[in-house]
């Protein structure tokens, strides 16, 4: 440990003497200074031990000494040692009633040690501290190696919270808590997650210190990675600030988690690579061939069932591949992540953790915009469109994926962030009628019709939706419009006439009553 004036007054060659502040000798000397200026605080840092002759000071004046102490004590002065023998046989009373009253220690020196030993000893103190913490911190990066290699990033956080006698925790790229140690430590560092969210948004390496309410710990948080947005965070949780080998452990721990948790760019593009393969695989109705390649690299997923989710906008499809990410690592589960230029396809277990966080991901999304209302067009480009499918077995991959787009394209002609293809075949199609081509069709097909109703010879669209309202049943749908039959029967013929068109072919009508819809 650092020296201190207790360790300094129980030097055996030293022979110092205590004369005010018994008190306080616990106090660390961060170093020896020896000045007889009458006001040397300008050139201290504080926690020296300053050592006087009182050559230049009327240390017989007790006001003067009562500056000169209290001065010296708000500058954070460890102690004040006074040589005796050289000017002042003894110490004056005026200086040991300041010491006193101020609650600064006193160490009368005798005038057989020189200064010179007093700096030595405290010297040599602050290097055999420094090599302790040295030599410890070098034991504790290979107790912490030694840990990872053997039970990994569990196995180290164990090693690191015995090391700092606190408690640690990784937290992966979302900020949830991967694992902790202790155990208990994993509900304090889950309160933590919005300072690692905050922590996130800087570029790695980034620390912070989170001093929590009083009577709690302070925790240390470091970002984990190389690249521009961190894979994972560290927090370290102790009572008090840490002490040198301390530092040097959670150093290393910082190093080695920083090595399990980046992979390399080389091993990244390779998994890429395979999870593109698979995925055309099995999009070209090979499944066989797609497990083949894939090995045990997903486990069961390719076993069914699963969901296929085609995410566009390159700048939020990546925050959602690392959320999706995130959730199947924590639930140990597999997924397959594939870029497709600004595209994202994820193929993911049907109700797994990955699926679940999709939908977390866009409804908070959902949630949180202030923009479009009602069925506008997406205007953020950093926000994603996302299209799930329904869940499928392998043979059908390339039905969910077509699924994945259709949704896809809906929740783009929506304004929506995230429709499901589910959603879709228990909905209705009105609202698809919404499309701009479909009403350019309606306008068009209608168009000759309104013309005609507009110079007053008939109301030829109302009475083309009574009718077909009414499944061309002629009584009811001429009760509707107050009208004999016979009138509603010449104005069908009209319509006929008008549109070159006959009502009796059903895919005419179809489109008729779509037009008639999509021109409310």
Request: net charge negative; glycine share 8%; with cysteine.
């Amino acid at each position: 440990m650092r020296p201190t004036l207790a360790s300094l007054v129980h030097h055996s060659a030293l022979k110092l003497t205590v004369r005010a502040g018994e008190d306080r000798l616990d106090v660390p000397v961060r170093w020896v200074h020896a000045s007889e200026l009458a006001d040397p605080v300008p050139y201290m840092e504080g926690g020296e031990l300053l050592l006087i002759t009182a050559l230049k000071l009327d240390a017989e004046d007790p006001e003067a000494m009562r500056r000169y102490v209290k001065r010296l004590a708000e500058a954070g002065v460890a102690g004040l040692g006074f040589a005796v023998g050289v000017h002042y046989e003894d110490i004056p009373a005026a200086l040991v009633d300041a010491a006193e009253q101020e609650g600064l220690p006193l160490l009368e020196v005798p005038r057989r040690t020189p200064f010179l030993a007093i700096s030595k000893a405290v010297s040599a103190a602050i290097a055999a501290d420094q090599y302790r913490a040295v030599t410890a911190g070098f034991a504790a990066q290979r107790e912490l190696t030694r840990q990872t290699l053997a039970n990994g990033p569990e196995g180290l956080l164990a090693a690191l919270a015995t090391q700092v006698d606190g408690w640690a925790a990784l937290y992966d790229a979302s900020g949830a808590v991967v694992a902790a140690a202790p155990e208990w430590a994993g509900r304090r560092a889950a309160r933590l997650t919005p300072d690692v969210e905050r922590l996130r948004e800087r570029p790695a390496p980034a620390s912070s210190v989170v001093g929590g309410p009083e009577n709690e710990d302070r925790v240390e948080l470091h970002s984990l990675g190389t690249g521009r947005r961190p894979r994972a965070a560290l927090a370290v949780g102790t009572a008090a600030a840490l002490g040198t080998a301390e530092r040097y452990a959670v150093h290393s721990a910082i190093a080695l988690l920083t090595l399990t948790t980046e992979r390399s760019r080389s091993l990244q593009d390779a998994e890429q690579r395979i999870d593109a393969a698979v995925l055309r695989l099995l999009l070209a109705g090979e499944p066989d061939h797609a497990r083949t390649v894939a090995g045990d690299l997903y486990g069961t997923l390719l076993d069914a069932p699963f969901r296929i989710v085609v995410a566009e906008s390159s700048s939020a499809s990546a925050a959602l591949a690392e959320a999706v990410e995130s959730a199947a690592a924590r639930a140990g589960e597999s997924v397959l992540v594939v870029p497709e230029g600004g595209r994202l396809v994820v193929l993911a277990a049907d109700e797994g953790a990955a699926v679940a966080a999709c939908r977390e991901y866009t409804s908070a999304l959902e949630a949180a915009r202030t923009g479009a209302v009602g069925d506008q067009p997406v205007g953020d480009e950093t926000e994603p469109v996302v299209g799930l499918s329904a869940p499928v077995g392998p043979i059908a991959a390339a039905a969910a994926y077509k699924q994945a787009e259709q949704a896809l394209s809906v929740a783009r002609r929506r304004g929506r962030i995230s429709v499901e293809h589910e959603q879709l075949a228990a909905g209705s199609v009105l609202p698809l009628l919404a499309d701009d081509a479909v009403k350019a069709f309606a306008d068009g097909l209608l168009r000759p019709l309104q013309e005609h109703d507009a110079t007053g010879r008939g109301d030829l669209v109302a009475s083309l939706r009574a009718w077909l309202s009414r499944h061309g049943q002629w009584d009811a749908a001429a009760a509707d419009l107050g009208v004999h039959r016979h009138t509603l029967r010449y104005r069908m013929r009209r319509v006929e006439e008008i549109l070159g068109r006959s009502l009796d072919d059903p895919d005419v009508r179809m489109e008729l009553w779509l037009a008639l819809k999509a021109g409310n």
